[in-house]
């Protein structure tokens, strides 16, 4: 199996951003603080909903019904995050214009690798890699994730228009180093299944550049 070690370091990192912020899970109706409840819920909701999208766009990848939901909305660390993704993983870094906005779309392989056989014309079913990806397999992730993006921008549009490009994959989320392991994030993580294969998809999201978002979301409320 494929295995990174965490530096002491990284250890450090984890711990000083669990201890300073646990996160609060949330249902759709749920607010992830006291204040501004409205505009939690708003965002909470815009993410359920995007669970259908997520849903359609890999069904028709697939070439069959695919079942998401969101399992939680969380306001938690970048650290946290981080540390939260298996090893190897396909961890996107998005750039959305024209707010200069970098995110970031993580992927388990258990549900990624069957979904890319299945664009190669693969038959048989096998265990997914525990490895990075290779070339042919990053370039058919990206259509992949181009798929959903485009779905998570139409999701996006009645708030912000905004367009999304990939700036690089990583297949270890620990050696992202957008932000500070204690900056807090909004989290929103779905369950993926398609038949067997089942995985996670996760959308981090820095937590001060939603405020935008937010607000525009709860005015129509």
């Known amino acids: 199996m494929y295995r990174e070690i965490l530096s002491e370091e990284e250890l450090t990192v984890l711990s000083t951003s669990t201890k300073h912020d646990s996160g609060v899970s949330c249902s759709p109706a749920d607010s992830l603080e006291s204040s501004s409840t409205i505009e939690h819920k708003a965002l909470a909701e815009l993410h359920d909903g995007f669970a259908t999208r997520l849903a359609e766009a890999f069904g028709k990848i697939a070439n069959r019904e695919v079942h998401c939901r969101l399992r939680k909305t969380v306001r ?3 650290g946290q995050f981080i ?20 995110f970031y779309l993580a992927i388990q392989p258990t549900v990624l690798y069957p979904m890319m056989d299945r664009m190669l014309g693969a038959r048989s079913v096998e265990p997914s890699p525990q490895r990075p990806m290779t070339e ?9 994730i181009n798929e959903l993006l485009t779905r998570y921008s139409r999701a996006l549009q009645h708030a912000l228009s905004l367009e999304f490009s990939v700036d690089r994959l990583e297949h270890n989320a620990q050696q992202l180093d957008g932000l500070p392991g204690g900056e ?13 294969d089942y995985g996670r998809l996760s959308i981090c999201l820095p937590w001060r550049t939603t405020q935008k978002i937010r607000e525009r979301l709860a ?3």
């Open 136 to 144: 042919i397999e990053r370039t058919v992730a990206m259509l992949i």
């Open 184 to 196: 807090p994030t909004y989290l929103a993580a779905y369950d993926l299944r398609c038949n067997s």
């Open 219 to 221: 005015a129509d409320q």
């Open 83 to 102: 540390f939260a993704q298996t090893i190897p993983t396909c961890c996107a870094v998005v750039r959305a214009e024209p707010i200069q906005l970098e």
């Open 76 to 78: 938690a660390t970048f």
